[in-house]
């Protein structure tokens, strides 16, 4: 079977551009012994492949050029020579960026038939989904009565944040890029109040603005995946012991300088602030409770699972650079099969 | 029975100086019903008082102008119209700035005989002690292995987390500013490395530096009382899941532009970090078992009180601004008794 891939042909510096990469026809050799083949059926962009672009340090290894990218992926498997699976299974795996693929079994992860579509593996019930969900309620420990701000909150991530803390039933603002965005935010999540961070002059007024309206007197907990001037925004508006869940600063991924906001984290001491950085894979002990609560959310009809698709692998970079130009509503998906 | 106090006449605006302050002399009235007359032995002077010379908010309100500013200090009872308190008791307030003064009963606490000096009860077995003692074992979990870095490490705080990380049997690495001080943390307290940020043109490569000649990796916990350039190389060679404790921002204290370090907050994100500021006033809970264990290292010659000594109230303010010209080894006191 032959299996078009996206390879990283040079690494990026600041924004990543279409030359940075090459699409590859892959002539998928005979299975051997313990391998199994998958055909993708969909498979998801975010905006940590854009530090695996890079050669820095990382707590994962930096993308190696001239090979296909990694990144999320779900498929059904053609062919087998491994006894755990069989054609038909649907598996999730870290080889996404490519149609087809023969990897050893232990690269896979087969998928029970629970009643979900496949890409929600790639959403709320995947590893976007347990990253809300160890986030918010791990690192951030959700206590009732918490305010909840949330910034890229119509996000893969974001999007499940502001899900899981109203149905929690927690007063949650909620700040995106553009009226589709805090329109989607405010009528289809249902959160309390909302910023359209593009259209304020400044941020931390608005949050004031917003904290005020709800009337509450800061924020309790805040969910962090942008940075600079949302996260100088929330320390200027967090309550004493604020917990902070730092989940990802897409504003500082392409920036070649070093930045120069926070200004103001002085305020981690003042107010006794506890600030997190975290990664999903480090609280996969949680995974059986989270995999419980978000099925039930989802059946329940609380939980919903909000996309954006792209159609063939060929718009793959598309859907890549739309991450960072603020092009998606949810979780960032392309449809292979 | 006359006693001089230090007001505050004006705030501060960036680094203080004694035209903001004005000496009284206070003719203390007969004792009510209730109170207390003490008469301070010794009292202490801290950078966060700087915090509250000015009126923006904090966690605890700021000295009123044309009073008497308030701080921790240890005294003897003169005279009591209190059943609790007797002539000759030590007991403990936050009624410094003045040699002497009536208080209601329940301002006062009253220090048993333990064998320990009154100024104890100002550094290592007082609020500066659980400081020390909460932050290094509780906020940044101090977990066998750990190596650990502390700024401002000559300071009060600072010599003692040096002192209790050491008699745990962890590798320190102790920053502070001048030959004298890192000399005494190197000969005195033992630490495994030393680094004179005055010395230093670039603290993140001395930091990287200490880290390589003690064999070790990175730091896992760090313990703040400087911020800015200290904390941006904490950072730097934080290794994951690292611990930082923030129990003060020195260098920040008279900055009157806002700061623009540090400028590599995302290695929070990227290295799984987690930075919670904190006050000892909120860890009274394990206050029993701090006690226990300072009075026990102090016996067994593990704790040493590292102060400062200045003699007299009118040498109360040299004290204070000797805290952010450097001048202080440990504890900063005035001798008032």
Chains 1, 2 share one sequence.
Request: with cysteine; aromatic share 8%.
């Amino acid at each position: 079977m032959d299996a078009r891939e996206i390879h990283l042909k040079r690494r990026p510096v600041g924004m990543p551009v279409a030359d940075d990469f090459a699409m590859v026809v892959n002539s998928l050799p005979e299975l051997a012994e313990g391998e199994v083949q998958v055909r993708n059926l969909w498979m998801a962009v975010d905006p940590a492949m854009r530090g695996r672009m890079s050669d820095a340090k990382s707590y994962v290894p930096p993308f190696a050029l001239d090979a296909p990218m990694e990144g999320p992926a779900v498929g059904t498997v053609v062919a087998s020579r491994d006894p755990g699976f069989a054609p038909g299974d649907i598996v999730s795996s870290r080889l996404g960026w490519r149609e087809a693929f023969n990897a050893p079994a232990s690269a896979l992860r087969l998928r029970p038939d629970t009643g979900l579509p496949p890409q929600a593996y790639l959403g709320f019930a995947g590893v976007t989904g347990l990253t809300a969900y160890a986030g918010l309620l791990k690192i951030a420990a959700l206590r009732p009565g918490d305010v909840v701000f949330v910034s890229g909150a119509a996000g893969g991530v974001g999007s499940i944040v502001c899900q899981i803390a109203r149905l929690k039933g927690h007063k949650v603002i909620a700040a995106a890029g553009g009226a589709q965005k805090t329109a989607y935010l405010r009528d289809t999540l249902g959160v309390d109040a909302v910023i359209d961070y593009k259209a304020e002059p400044n941020l931390t007024r608005a949050l004031a603005r917003e904290v005020k309206a709800i009337g509450a007197t800061g924020i309790d907990v805040y969910f962090e995946n942008v940075g600079g001037e949302h996260l100088q925004a929330a320390l200027a508006l967090a309550n004493p012991f604020a917990r902070f869940a730092i989940c990802g600063m897409i504003s500082q991924y392409n920036v070649t300088d070093a930045p120069t906001v926070p200004r103001n984290l002085t305020l981690v001491m003042v107010k006794s602030i506890r600030m997190e950085g975290f990664i999903a894979l480090n609280h996969m002990d949680i995974e059986p409770h989270f995999l419980a609560d978000v099925t039930a959310w989802h059946k329940a009809g609380l939980l919903t699972a909000t996309e954006t698709v792209h159609e063939g692998i060929d718009h793959a970079l598309d859907a890549f650079f739309g991450l960072f130009s603020g092009a998606d509503l949810g979780r960032m998906l392309v449809k292979l099969g």
